[in-house]
Nanobody
Framework: VQLQASGGGSVQAGGSLRLSCAASGRTFRRYGMGWFRQAPGQERDFVAAISGSGGGTVYADSVKGRFTISRDNAKNTVYLQMNSLKPEDTAVYYC???????????????WGQGTLVTVSS
C-alpha cells in the first residue's frame, strides 16, 4: 500500500483544515487507517484512527471534539477534518495503514510522506 498525504498548510488559531490521504491498491478497505503527528523535536504521536469499514473510530484526548477522521473506500481515501485549530496542533501529519484499529506507531505497516500543518496564534 502506498499512501500520499495532502492538505496541510498555514492557518490561524481557530481555523480549520482538512487533510487527505490517498492510498493505492484494491485492498484499501481491509486496512485500518490512522493519522499521527510529529512536532519539531518531539516523538510521533497518535491523533486518530478508523477501522476498515469506517464503523469504528478512536481519537487522542488532545483532539477529541475538534478533529474528525473519516474515509471513502470507493475513493481509497481517508480524511482528517481539523477544526478549532490551536498553535499546539502545529506538526507534520502522517497517515498510516494497519491491520486493525491501533494507537501505536509500531502497529502500522505503511506510512505516507507527511504534510505540514502550521497554526499561528
Amino acid at each position: 500500500v502506498q499512501l500520499q498525504a495532502s492538505g496541510g498548510g498555514s492557518v490561524q488559531a481557530g481555523g480549520s483544515l482538512r487533510l487527505s490521504c490517498a492510498a493505492s491498491g484494491r485492498t484499501f478497505r481491509r486496512y485500518g487507517m490512522g493519522w499521527f503527528r510529529q512536532a519539531p523535536g518531539q516523538e510521533r504521536d497518535f491523533v486518530a484512527a478508523i477501522s476498515g469499514s469506517g464503523g469504528g473510530t478512536v481519537y487522542a484526548d488532545s483532539v477529541k471534539g475538534r478533529f474528525t477522521i473519516s474515509r471513502d473506500n470507493a475513493k481509497n481515501t481517508v480524511y482528517l477534518q481539523m477544526n478549532s485549530l490551536k498553535p499546539e496542533d502545529t506538526a507534520v501529519y502522517y497517515c498510516a495503514a494497519s491491520q486493525g484499529l491501533y494507537y501505536s506507531n509500531n502497529d502500522y505497516d505503511y506510512w505516507g510522506q507527511g504534510t505540514l500543518v502550521t497554526v499561528s496564534s
